[in-house]
């Protein structure tokens, strides 16, 4: 019921690592079906960057496309997060988001999903399309975590919410859907 996700930017050393200013030029609400909602937003970041992210809202999950304006350095969908939690790679790194940590050891990973959980939240993230490594940086703001573009000018990921899990086995099976 509490929200455990405080805000998905666009992070990187030219535009912010921890906020996400700028100028919203376009929130379009695309289709509101009974099985699909869809919205798009473009923004003007600085240095120059702009993206349009269109996300896709189902049930269970949803999906966010990001464009880039220009390939550069950055993670598309940096995650922050409000609440303590576990985090796994499907490449078996594990760190503790707590807002104590740093790198501990994430930064560079290469994964297919990550987890973050908690007796009562947890969600997943699948990377669908694009990116490379992930980054982590859990110092000051909690988290920072998600897939560091390599140049690529699109990536397409898909965050499943979850009610809570003791381990990340769910995010395996996320990833198979």
């Known amino acids: 019921a509490e929200p455990f996700i405080s805000k998905l930017i666009v992070s990187s050393r030219e535009t912010g690592w921890t906020d996400e200013p700028g100028t919203v030029e376009e929130f379009r609400l ?4 009974p099985v699909r909602t869809a919205v798009l937003v473009k923004k003007k970041l600085g240095a120059g960057v702009a993206y349009e992210k269109r996300y896709e809202f189902y049930p269970r999950y949803f999906e966010v496309e990001i464009a880039l304006n220009r390939p550069f350095g950055c993670v598309p969908s ?3 997060y ?3 939690g576990e985090f796994a790679t499907d490449g078996g790194v594990r760190a503790k988001v707590d807002g104590a940590g740093d790198g501990e050891g994430v930064i560079g990973a290469n994964a297919r999903w990550y987890a973050v959980y908690a ?27 998600g ?11 898909r965050y499943a919410i979850r009610p809570g899990a003791a381990d990340a086995g769910f995010a395996r099976d996320d990833a198979r859907e």
Request: charged share 20%; hydrophobic share 40%.
């Open 30 to 33: 695309l289709e509101d079906g």
């Open 82 to 84: 409000a609440r303590t």
């Open 119 to 145: 007796p009562s939240w947890a969600h997943s993230c699948t990377l669908l399309g694009g990116a490379g490594s992930l980054t982590y940086w859990d110092a000051g703001e909690w988290g920072g975590i």
């Open 147 to 157: 897939f560091n573009a390599r140049g690529d000018a699109k990536i397409r990921l």
């Open 78 to 80: 940096r995650a922050y």
